[in-house]
């Protein structure tokens, strides 16, 4: 018995240890690029776009970067969303139970899910220099769905699994089928999980710069075209800390503080929606 109390209580204190750490990292990575990047963040930051030299400490903003990055991650989000779907449907109630399918599907999107940011970019790259495109926003968004797809399928499909079986043998009951009970009642029961997949994915898509840095390009004007070069949030910061001016340095970690507060705002809006809706779900 006294074995097993000393247990419980240095597992307690791995736990405690182990969170508490999690907690400083977080608290340390926002409090360095707030106290760097305070004194240099400013209202003309983000609503202004980039003169002349602005690279080399002259004047402007990111606003360019800041719609560049929602047009990115927006519209993959959107792409990575139609693919999404229909695969974790397929996996959930259109395959066969003794089919092999869904296991190897499930270990693609795991592998894929866990392959790095760059390589999806440079196989960007790659689609480009076969098809002689040029950077552009139409490729940016291409490469980030295809980032996006692994990551919201996964966290769909462990979302589908929690429906319970019960709601689907009444449906069939009353003579719906596969498709309208899918349709209707699933993705009515799973959508707070829906949603926040959905917006766990377009967090890691506007937060990340390898993709998009061979495919997406860079301007300092706000692109219009899906066939235009586009900016981007983690590309101004890449670029910013990159140049030999405290300034513009600063300016880099002021644009992080921007993209932080994007992220944290998505990861409140998660919450709040799953709890918004989980009281009307059926467990």
Known sequence: MK?????EKIFRAVMIIATSLTALILILIIGTVVVKGFKALKLEMIFRLPQGGYYFGREGGILNSIIGSLQLAGGATILAFFFSLPIVFYLNYFSKSKSIWPTLIRFSLDVLWGVPSIVY???????????GWTASLLLGIITLALLEIPIMSRAMDEVLKLVPPDLLEA???????????????????????????????????IGDAASVLLTAGYTDNITTSLFQPVASLPLAIFFQLGTPY????????????ILTLIILLISYLSRRITRRYAKHLVF
Do not use: C, D, N
Not at 121 to 131: E, I, R, V
């Open 3 to 7: 074995w097993r109390f000393l247990e």
């Open 121 to 131: 970019g440079a196989f960007g790259f790659l689609l480009m220099t076969w098809f």
């Open 171 to 205: 449906s069939f009951s009353l003579g719906a089928t596969k498709f309208e009970t899918a349709w209707k009642v699933v993705i009515r029961q799973a959508l707070p999980g829906i949603l926040t997949a959905i917006l766990i994915a377009f967090g890691r898509a």
């Open 246 to 257: 405290p300034e513009v340095q600063q300016r880099a970690y002021a644009a992080a503080i």
